[in-house]
Each structure stands twice: as C-alpha cells, then as structure tokens.
C-alpha cells in the first residue's frame, strides 16, 4: 500500500476512534453512578480474584 494512502487510512481511523471515546465519555458522566453496594461488591470480588490468582512462593532448602 502507497505510503500517503496508509497514513490517510490511519488519520481516518483516528479520528472515529478518538470520537467514539468522547461518545462513550460523555455517555459515560451522563450515566446515574452506581450504588454503593454494587461499588462494593466489585470492589471486594477484585480482591477476592486477586487473592486466589497470586502466585505460591516456593522455599529454597538451604
């Protein structure tokens, strides 16, 4: 593919990406916020995951 023609492509492609982003971010802050125990519950499954999904340490015998 021609240069200019690749870069025109890629400036287009851009330009949707960052409008749909201002969409989404205005869309976004328009939204109600989440109750707090929705926030929580997240909150506390994130940690849950990340509990279980830490790697075991293995003890080197000296």
Same mark, same amino acid.
């Given at each position: 593919?021609?240069?200019?023609?690749?870069?025109?492509?890629?400036?287009?492609?851009?330009?949707? /990406?960052?409008?749909?982003?201002?969409?989404?971010?205005?869309?976004?802050?328009?939204?109600?916020?989440?109750?707090?125990?929705?926030? /929580?519950?997240?909150?506390?499954?994130?940690?849950?995951?990340?509990?279980?999904?830490?790697?075991?340490?293995?003890?080197?015998?000296?």
């Amino acid at each position: 593919m021609h240069a200019q023609a690749h870069l025109a492509l890629h400036r287009l492609r851009a330009a949707e /990406l960052h409008a749909e982003a201002d969409a989404y971010r205005l869309a976004r802050s328009a939204r109600a916020p989440r109750p707090l125990r929705t926030v /929580l519950g997240w909150t506390l499954i994130e940690v849950g995951l990340r509990l279980t999904a830490a790697p075991r340490r293995t003890v080197a015998l000296p």
